[in-house]
């Protein structure tokens, strides 16, 4: 090998090249650098970079000149970083408690015990994750009003009469339970899993032993999923301290900052520099939670050995407190998950706010003309340009986003699988699974930084679809390239090759072997990507303009100018749409599982 | 395709990373042959099957199918697997669980455009051939273990490669299936006379089934020969080691070139060393003794020449018995005595070591001295 003649090595090269997997791993390399790698390394690079603004205001510096600036203003401001990131993280702990005590006992009643009517609450349980991250600022605001500010009242207040302070209505409070209400299903599905992977044989022992009940869940359950429930406060960590729209609602009026409300005013003061700054800081502490939380991974493994052979799971029985500790949690989910969700439907066909009779009852903000004596002249939902057009821009950038999405996530799927170990293959698989680290608002501000201005050929793509649709290609990348891989895994290889070796040309391999296997998890992909996409606000709300707005974006506004009604209307149709596509998917995986050939 | 042909390998390498999967191997697989390669876990023969298949690129070296280069890295030609007209049989089977027993039979054939009633007739004869016929509408999942691996041939016979590869196709199923489908896959070679190479670590079965044997150690070719010739003349102490079970014996022992003896089991025992294998070895030098058990002679009362060991286990398993002797320096000897001696009463039996049955080894290299 090594005394090959130079012609001999030109010939392998050449012969290299031509191979579609070459061909194919090349591509998607290119696709990544631009979608990942360049728009990471220019916001660094803005960062640093002096606007046209900046060159009247500091003296001495041309638009374009590498200034550390913005760096310098940002930490010595407190309001411009410190006092963001404190609050930030107040929010983020608080989330991530609330969530992680309500998941977690959530997860051991339906896991572990006898609990009446265990598969209700398993289901209401998932439902508030499915839905946009702030849909519960809504109704928190329609309940508990206050009039202190000259607003019309909550229907507490209306109710009742009782005033409730201005810090349960705005503020970290606030803020606090309604993430923690969004966030809990996800540290239920984290710690129902690691609680199924107990082998109870564990539990009964310490009983055996004369263990109270209370004292096994103590020393034998509770250190058994210690990781489980570590990672999944971790994770909620970081996912609450990237989210815009429940901090800017519930924060905004009483001047509670955080991050990314902070990073989405710099950018409308023209301060891009140190929005792009107060990214990468978002970033950093984003990427070391997620190394923390792959740490205890890590261990986690070790603990899900426990179960082993002779597995086997006996519920706790609760016996006479079962039914009350069963009506209690139902209670809780149906007050904070089901009757907000139904207060901002009622309320969206209410003419005036702070009424909640019948004699108020309009259908104005879903079917009516525009008037200018109601909301500004807005017409009602259906009769709407904007929500129309929002409408279809969702669809079609959900749509667009899912399928290329996915079309990348198995190809990437394919090369990493066919070239395991390789360089090529494990870039691939490395880059595309940056996105992951980086919080929806970093992402929407990294590829301001990158795309708003023309690179090469490529025009500006500021103010289009196509870079609305770019950023849920990136950001979902991570999502459909796992299910790409694992797809794939089980096709690339022996199956793959058996169609070879019958004389199949790669297009064919394609068509006849590849794509029946793996297409029920390219559709899952497409699905998954449509649904995250429907209900995303943090991702679009740094590049939307008023011809790309989309139905969260849209529906943020009207809640932001204070036109309640139609917000409330336009989150509840986004609710329903929500709702319906994820039972399609369901039904689709359903379907799909029972016509497998396995 | 269609014809039979030999398969030159010449000094093929694949490394991957750091391990060399296959070490400078040069075979010729005879046309119409059934050539094994054996060998431990790891020793690099999946590796090479794939190389042969085009699955895999070879480093180095050259790869023939009759007169057709379909290797070289030399002159930059890599044949892909899909023109290459050899077929593999893939130890996972590797059947498309989307499609039926008919179609991915007949995937091959509809490549390769046939009319519709040549494809129906092929792939009809050669479901038949392995025994399949009435399963075409079956899927993959709807069969047992062998009937699957019997579909997986039949995709690869049906195309008539002129070689067929197959990676231990048996070694998924159990006992009794596995012995039903080696005498089924010695009829499926009579009956097409194909050239077939066949991976496998099971030894009975290498030497049953082929023609040839290649035993591979460390992606090393250890020897290639008849199965028997590999058996009985062993070229080297691992390939005597791995053949054969239980394993061959090993004695250790010391030349004494002036008493024409090599001393066994620290001087209590002492094996005469022929008049022809003087000249190749030198006084003092350690050698390996190596005697099947089958060829050991025991006997109750002294013979001539015999040594004297001691019985520490007696295992009778019905068709033979294996008799467990020690040496007074530890050395275990298993001896398998159709005659069935019993010891005496002081658990003593005598050992005879039949000079045309014994072979004897190099100590650094493991070479046969011969
Ligand atoms: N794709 C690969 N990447 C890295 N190493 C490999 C790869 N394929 C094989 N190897 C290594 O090459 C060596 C030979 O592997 P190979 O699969 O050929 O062994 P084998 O003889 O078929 O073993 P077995 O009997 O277990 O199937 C092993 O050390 C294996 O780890
Ligand atoms: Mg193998």
């Known amino acids: ?598 | 395709m269609g014809s039979i042909e030999a398969v030159h390998i010449r000094n093929v390498t694949k490394t991957f990373g750091s391990t060399v999967a296959v070490n400078d191997v040069s075979l010729t697989i005879p046309a119409g042959s059934f050539t094994t390669l054996l060998g431990p876990s790891g020793c690099g023969k999946t590796t090479l099957l794939r190389i042969l298949a085009g699955l895999e690129q070879a480093d180095n070296g050259q790869i023939l199918v009759g007169s057709s280069v379909i290797y070289d890295s030399e002159q930059a030609i890599n044949v892909s697997a899909r023109k290459r007209g050899i077929g593999l049989v893939f130890q996972s089977y590797a059947l498309w669980p989307h499609m039926t027993v008919f179609q991915n039979v007949s995937y091959g054939l509809k490549l390769r455009k046939l009319s519709h009633d040549e494809i129906e007739q092929r792939t009809l004869a050669v479901l038949k051939t392995v025994g399949m016929e009435g399963y075409e509408k079956r899927y993959p999942s709807e069969l047992s273990g062998g009937q699957q691996q019997r579909v997986s041939m039949a995709r690869m016979l049906v195309v008539e490669p002129s070689v067929l590869l197959m990676d231990e196709p048996l070694s998924n199923l159990d006992a009794k299936l596995r012995l039903n489908l080696r005498a089924e896959l010695k009829r499926v070679h009579e009956a097409t006379g194909m050239t077939i190479v066949y991976v496998t670590h099971d030894q009975t079965e290498a030497m049953t089934l082929s023609t040839d044997v290649a035993v591979m150690n460390h992606g090393v070719v250890q020897q290639w020969a008849p199965p028997q010739e590999v058996y009985h003349n062993s070229r080297n102490l691992f390939v005597a080691e791995f053949m054969g079970t239980p394993t061959t014996n090993r004695i250790t022992g010391t030349v004494q070139l002036k008493e024409s003896r090599i001393s066994l089991m620290g001087g209590v025992a002492s094996f005469p060393l022929g008049a022809e294998l003087q000249s190749l070895v030198t006084d003092g030098e350690t050698v390996h003794l190596s005697i099947r058990p089958e060829n050991i002679v025991l006997s109750a009362q002294e013979q001539p020449g015999s040594i004297p060991l001691a019985v520490y286990a007696y295992l009778d398993s019905g068709p033979d018995v294996h008799v467990y002797l020690q040496g007074p320096d530890g050395t275990t000897i298993i001896a398998r005595d159709d005659n069935r001696v019993k010891p005496g009463s002081d658990k003593t039996l005598h050992v005879t070591l039949p000079a045309d049955a014994v072979r004897l080894y190099r100590d650094e290299s493991g070479d046969l001295i011969q």
């Open chain 1, 1 to 598: 090998m090594n005394r090959r003649s130079v012609s001999t090595r030109v010939r392998w090269g050449l012969h290299e090249i031509v191979q579609p997997r070459f061909v194919l791993n090349v591509v998607l390399a290119a696709v990544l650098v631009v979608l990942i790698v360049m728009p990471a390394v220019s916001l660094v690079y803005r960062s640093f970079t002096a606007s046209l603004v900046d060159s009247f205001r500091i003296p001495g510096v041309q638009r374009g000149d590498l200034i550390l600036h913005h760096w310098q203003r940002v930490i010595v401001t407190r309001s411009a970083f410190f006092v963001p990131l404190f609050n930030s993280l107040l929010v983020a702990v608080g989330t991530a408690l609330v969530a992680m005590v309500i998941g977690s006992a959530l997860a051991w009643l339906v896991v572990r015990t006898d609990l009446p009517f265990r598969r209700s609450l398993a289901l209401m349980a998932v439902v508030p994750y499915m839905l946009p991250s702030w849909a519960l600022a809504l109704p928190w605001l329609e309940f508990f009003k206050n009039t202190s500010a000259g607003r019309p009242p909550g229907f507490l207040q209306v109710l009742t009469g009782i005033e409730v302070p201005t810090w349960l209505v705005f503020g970290p409070v606030p803020i606090i339970i309604v993430m923690g209400l969004h966030y809990f299903p996800f540290v239920y599905l984290i710690v129902s899993s690691a609680l199924t992977n107990i082998d109870s044989q564990l539990e009964e022992a310490s009983e055996l032993l004369g263990a109270t009940r209370w004292q096994t869940l103590r020393s034998v359950t509770f250190p058994a999923i210690v990781p489980g429930l570590f990672a999944s406060l971790l994770l909620a960590f970081a996912r609450t301290i990237g989210t815009y729209g429940t901090p800017a609602l519930l924060g905004g009026p009483v001047g509670f900052t955080v991050l990314p409300v902070q990073i989405r005013s710099f950018l409308r003061m023209n301060l891009a520099a140190r929005a792009y700054i107060l990214s990468i800081g978002l970033i950093l502490i984003s990427v070391v939670l997620l190394y923390l939380n792959q740490r205890l991974v890590g261990t986690r493994k070790s603990f899900s050995l426990i179960g082993g052979k002779g597995f086997k799971t006996r519920p706790v029985t609760l016996g006479k407190a079962g039914p009350w500790i069963s009506a209690g949690a139902h209670v809780f989910l149906i007050v904070s998950v089901i009757l907000p969700l139904l207060l901002l439907f009622w309320s969206s066909f209410m003419e005036r706010a702070g009424s909640y009779n019948l004699s108020n009852f309009t259908l104005h903000y879903w079917f009516g003309a525009g008037d200018q004596a109601i909301s500004a002249g807005e017409p009602g939902l259906f009769r709407n340009p904007r929500v129309i057009r929002g409408t279809f821009n969702s669809l079609r950038i959900a749509i667009f986003g899912g399928a290329i999405c996915a079309v990348l996530g198995m190809l990437i799927g394919y090369s990493v699988v066919k070239g395991r170990g390789k360089t090529f293959s494990q870039f691939l698989e490395k880059v595309s699974f940056l996105p992951m680290l980086i919080p929806s608002i970093a992402f929407g501000a990294i590829y301001m930084s990158f795309f708003a201005r023309p690179i090469g050929p490529l025009p500006a793509l500021y103010g289009t679809m196509a870079l609305m649709v770019l950023l849920v290609v990136g950001k979902q990348l991570p999502f459909t390239t796992r299910t790409g891989i694992s797809s794939m895994f089980q096709v690339a290889g022996e199956l793959e090759e058996a169609a070879e070796i019958s004389g199949a040309s790669w297009p064919r391999r394609f068509l006849n072997i590849i794509w029946p296997l793996t297409r029920s998890g390219f559709i899952s992909g497409v699905l998954i990507v449509f649904i995250t996409t429907m209900r995303e606000l943090s991702l679009f709300i740094l590049v939307i303009t008023s011809r790309t707005e989309v139905l969260t974006t849209l529906t943020f506004s009207y809640a932001e100018i204070g036109q309640q009604q139609l917000s409330n209307a336009l989150m509840t149709l986004l609710i329903m749409i929500i709702l319906i596509v994820t039972a399609m998917i369901k039904l689709y995986e359903h379907l799909s599982r029972r016509h497998r050939p396995a």
